[in-house]
Structures are given as C-alpha cells and as structure tokens.
C-alpha cells in the first residue's frame, strides 16, 4: 500500500507531497493530521529551512473526503446527532482547525504549490500557508457554502487578511470555484504559471533561495512579522527592537557583512 504522504528533502528543502492521486488528493484524517505532524518533525529535528507542500497526479486536493467526513463526524443517514454526538463533533472540529493552525505556526516558511482542484478544505489549508503559488487552471473554493456549512477550519478567519473583505465575503457568500487567474487577480496567490511543471520549478527555485538566507533570520522574520499583525506599529517596532537587541550579534551578522564586503554570496549555516 503507497503511502498517503511522502516527504523528502533536497537542497535544505523538505517537500511534502500528498499522494492519493485516484482520489484527486482528497484528505482524509490521515492526511489531514499527517500533514502537521510532518510539519513538526521537519521543524523540530532542523531538516530544512523551508517546507513546499504539493499534490500528486493532476490535483493538489479536492478537499476532505466526504465519506470521512460524514462517519467520522457522527453523521447518520437522518443527519441526527444526540449532545454527546455534538461535543464529539465539536472537539473534531476544533482538532482540525489545529491541524492548519500548525501549518500557519511553522517556524520556517511554508510555500503551498497549487494545481488542478484546490477545494474547499484545501483551500484553507492553502491559506494557512505562508506563500501560495498556481497554475492558472487551479480551482479554488470555499465550498463548504455549498455543502449546507459554514467554513469552520481557518479560511474564514485567514483569506481576509490575505485579501480584500468584500473579495472573501463574495466567494464565501456564493461558495462558487475561482481559477488561478482570479486567486492572483486578488492576490490569494503570490504568482501564476501556465503549466505544472512551471509551477513546481518556481516553487523549488523560491523555495531553495529562501534556504539560502540565514535559517534564525527567516525564522525571525516571519516571527516578527506574524506578531506584527496583531500589534499596533508602535508595539510591532518593540518586539523587532528586542529581536534584534538579543539576536543582533552573531555569526550570520558578521557572515553577511563580510560576504557583502567581499562581493560574494553569504554562505549561513
């Protein structure tokens, strides 16, 4: 039986590749919570400086698995459920919405590469991720809309801080597919590209230019800028002042320095 998920690592670059191609990637909780346990593995055991998350076969994921959805989340037939089957449901719920928030709190950058069917929970796994890159041909959605649901696993909290309030509420409100063309119209997505194998060569150039850079710097970056979001500017320009105060000098200051210097690359650790 093939894995559900492959890791690999290449160039301080760990790829985190979905892998249910029949199922056009669908995600089952397998997947679902496979993903950020392998997210915490990379992080805690140093293995890269960035993370690439893509999809096998002609899909990066159509989304949950409905038929996981509906016997794991105590649904019957009559779509009854007893108290006990809603606080069930309401500590699944709340176990999922985790599983994208580890993605979102990795401590190195997370590029998401998007192709074929990115639906509904895929498209809020996406949006957890810290940049998301396409095809033009990508489907997007949010279509728990659609499914008699409101999107309760992180895209209704995330993509309006991604884009515009009236773009969210407009997909949102009608659960209708957007293509990639549209995802960088409102710059859900950083870039599109015309093919996947364009994609995927983008995503691994970002990725390993990103790798390049001192791994504590990424890593303090994307920490300032995640807490500069809910900071005022004054608060924000405090934290990066501290940062920096307690980070300021070290070995990749003066690697960096010298490097520049010298009219060469630096070469981090």
Known sequence: MEEKLIKEINNEVAY????????KNAMDFDVWFGIPDLINEINENEEAKCILLLGKGDSFSAGIDIATFMGDMSLNENLSSTTSDRR?????????????TTIANSKIPVIALA?????????????????????????????????????????LQRMPKIVSKGDVRELAFTGRHFDGIHADK??????????????????RALAE??????????????????????LSTEQALDYVRLWNTSYL?????????????????????
């Open 88 to 100: 069930k449901t309401m500590k699944l719920i709340e176990e999922m919405q985790g599983a994208f």
């Open 209 to 230: 230019e990103i790798a390049k850079n001192s791994k504590n710097i990424v890593v303090g970056t994307k920490e300032v800028l995640n807490k500069g979001e809910d």
């Open 186 to 203: 409102i710059r859900f997505v950083n870039a599109i590209y015309e093919s996947v194998d364009e994609l995927y060569e983008a995503g």
């Open 16 to 23: 985190i590749w979905i892998n249910r191609p029949d199922k």
């Open 249 to 269: 000098i070290s070995e990749d200051l003066k690697e960096g320095v010298t490097a520049f210097f010298e009219k060469r690359d630096p070469d981090f650790k």
């Open 115 to 155: 192709h074929g069917f990115c639906l509904g929970g895929a498209t809020s796994m996406i949006s957890a991720c810290d940049i998301r890159l396409s095809t033009k041909e990508a489907k997007f959605s949010i279509g728990e809309t659609k499914l008699g649901l409101v999107a309760d696993v992180g895209i």
